[in-house]
């Protein structure tokens, strides 16, 4: 199932023990690897584990993403059959790029399943089409991956990440303007220590809604960050409260604190809530349009919730 | 179906098996080994595991040695697909 989508961690597909283990670190998604942490050797057994696994293991309330091989290899197509049967919330398709990710769309659609696609950007040509990948049908979310990037790029990866500034900002962005989540790629230390931290501070600044890790020990510190803090959702909450009684009133704009309560506000407040896991309610009807030659009070009506608009 | 050579699956971690196939002549049924650390208690469900598992496969007749280190069932039937297709068996097992 799909909830929250703040911590993604990386499980080996082809080790019982920690596909057993995964879902009891708290991460809100457990992504079942069949790519990099499977040797070339290894692809069939983890392939059918993991299918056999998704049967299986009782991962409650986590969603399960399987990290099939890119397409462009013997082994994508022949995972990504595999995993349509067995039935993960979602496919990370490694490689994302246009082309993939609408053959990768396809083949989900004529199986008729309901997965859906985390396109993971890590090319150079995936990251510059960021808002073509996330428009196609049935992706849900845009994820960075700044080791092949880099990689792809002739960049030297660093501590403060420089090299990546641009990717993460452009995955972001165009994940927002296709109203889809945006993961960021995951810190590869396995330390709780100072650069773990600065990390997560840069993914939370910059505006991701999730982020990767590959060790257990980073899911809280996750969790905690990219949730809202107990006065953002009280804030949240009054900004609706304001935004409905003028709406209920007939008026445009309303103050709160002192500050000017309009559409956008009201938009991130209602983003607030359900990163919290909390219902901001049905979207205020805008008050009736003015009559004709009276002066319109409120400039545009509420944003769309964009919720809902997508899979 | 019929196995056309000898093939392994799986590993001797902790939670896991090593399930090891191997062609038998038409006629000769299925002889299935089973070892495990915890035999006394679930030597016999392992074995219907297999036996399951080879049902479904359609096999007949081989030689299979499962070595267990504590996995659970879908490990099991899991290592020991991967082995039949590993050991030749053209269709995927359903």
């Known amino acids: 199932m799909r909830g929250l989508r703040r911590s993604f961690l990386f499980t080996p597909g082809n080790n019982p023990a920690m596909l057993l283990a995964g879902p009891i670190f708290g991460a809100d998604a457990l992504i079942l690897d069949l790519e990099d942490a499977v040797a070339p050797g290894q692809k069939d057994a983890a392939r059918i584990l993991v299918a056999e696994a998704l049967g299986k293991i009782p991962y409650g309330g986590v969603e399960t993403v399987v990290r099939i091989n890119p397409l462009s290899t013997p082994y994508g197509e022949d995972d990504l059959r595999a995993m349509l049967k067995a039935g993960p919330d979602t496919i990370l398709l490694p490689k994302a790029e246009p082309r993939a990710l609408a053959q990768a769309s396809a083949m989900i659609q004529e199986a008729g399943a309901k997965t859906g696609i985390l396109g993971l950007l890590e090319t150079a040509l995936g990251v510059e089409t960021a808002f073509e990948c996330g428009g196609i049908p049935v992706v849900t979310g845009l994820f960075f991956g700044a080791e092949d990037f880099t990689a792809d790029i002739g960049a030297r990866r660093s501590a403060e990440g420089l090299e990546i500034l641009y990717a993460r900002q452009r995955v972001v962005v165009a994940a927002a303007a296709c109203a889809i989540d945006s993961i960021d790629t995951p810190f590869t230390g396995i330390d709780l220590g100072e650069d773990f931290f600065a990390d997560l501070e840069v993914t939370k600044k910059l505006g991701f809604t999730g982020k990767a890790c590959i060790s257990p020990r980073h899911v809280e510190g996750i969790n905690r960050a990219l949730s809202p803090s107990a006065e953002e959702i009280n804030y949240a909450r009054r900004v609706l409260e304001a935004d409905a009684e003028a709406t209920r009133r007939g008026l445009g704009a309303v103050s709160l604190d002192g500050r000017m309560v309009d559409a956008p506000i009201v938009a991130r407040a209602r983003a607030t809530l359900r990163r919290s896991g909390l219902d901001p309610g049905p979207a205020s009807e805008p008050a009736p349009g003015p009559a004709w030659g009276q002066t319109p009070e409120r400039a545009s009506g509420p944003t769309p919730d964009r919720e809902g608009e997508r899979p | ?94």
């Open chain 2, 1 to 94: 179906m019929v196995l056309k050579e000898r093939a392994q699956a799986g590993s001797l971690e902790s939670s896991d098996c090593l399930v090891s196939v191997e062609p038998a002549g038409e006629g000769l049924g299925l002889q299935l080994s089973v070892r495990s650390i915890v035999m006394n208690q679930f030597g016999e469900a392992i074995r219907e595991v297999a036996r399951e598992t080879l049902e479904a496969a359609g096999v007949r007749d081989a030689l299979v040695d499962i070595n267990d280190r504590g996995a659970l069932d879908f490990v099991i039937r899991a290592r020991l697909r991967t082995a039949l297709e590993r050991a030749g068996m053209k269709e995927p097992i359903p």
